[in-house]
């Protein structure tokens, strides 16, 4: 079976480029474009890893995190991409979801390791 990844992010090229690369290394991804549609799709779909932009309209990243850290018995790992690491960085990293940050812009060879970290043995 191969690993499911759920992509949040509001800049569609952004999530096609990062659909693009998953898929080619065998994952299977699907997309969201703010966090209110990505928590439905970890309900409903449950990926092994969510990739999430931090700053998103209508429902940003810290509230994505804050809704899958409320789901009793959800141990689903989330991974932040921004332009804006900084500040924001230290208060998602206490939330234990929280497995890393990939910088923008997106470096392929990067985000494939890291998210193979990231996923669950």
Not at 35 to 43: A, L, N, P, R, T
Not at 67 to 73: D, T
Request: proline fraction near 7%; aromatic fraction near 8%.
């Amino acid at each position: 079976m191969k690993p499911k990844i759920l992509i949040v992010d509001d800049e569609k090229d952004l999530r096609d480029l990062i659909s693009y690369f998953l898929t080619r290394a065998n994952y299977e991804v699907d997309l969201a474009e703010n966090g209110c549609i990505g928590f439905e799709k970890v309900q409903t779909w449950k990926p092994h890893l969510v990739i999430s932009d931090i700053r998103m309209p209508v429902c940003d990243g810290f509230e994505l995190l804050k809704k899958i850290s409320n789901v009793p018995n959800n141990d689903t790992p989330v991974m932040f991409i921004s332009g804006y690491v900084g500040g924001d960085e230290e208060e998602l990293r206490k939330n234990p979801h929280c497995v890393g940050f990939i910088p923008k812009p997106v470096n392929k060879i990067e985000l494939l390791e890291m998210v193979k970290q990231a996923l669950p043995a």
